[in-house]
């Protein structure tokens, strides 16, 4: 039921839940718990979609992910953010001699 940090304060959960719901707090509960259902749902779907999306360059992709605090979205995100057509491929050799690196346009 309660996520992160609130799992350290179950008992202060549980006795900020003491007395009644009224069948409008019910519903307007259920509505608010369907609602991030959905919303995890798309994202899900997003997150799958952006991981698909990666296979051009799926070689970048792993590498961005070898960085601490880099995961599959981040390194993702990274990628999608960054023009293909106007960037080397960040695994080769070459790229950290070219105009990134040395600040020229």
Known sequence: MAKG???EKHELLE???DGELTPRHLFVLKNIREHIRYLESELASLD???IDAMAPDADDWRFLQTLPGLDQISAAM???E???TFRPSITSS???RGPLVSGQP
């Open 5 to 7: 940090t609130l799992r």
């Open 15 to 17: 006795l900020s839940l």
């Open 48 to 50: 799958a979609y952006l």
């Open 78 to 80: 990274i990628l999608v």
């Open 82 to 84: 960054i023009a293909p």
């Open 94 to 96: 070459t790229s950290l």
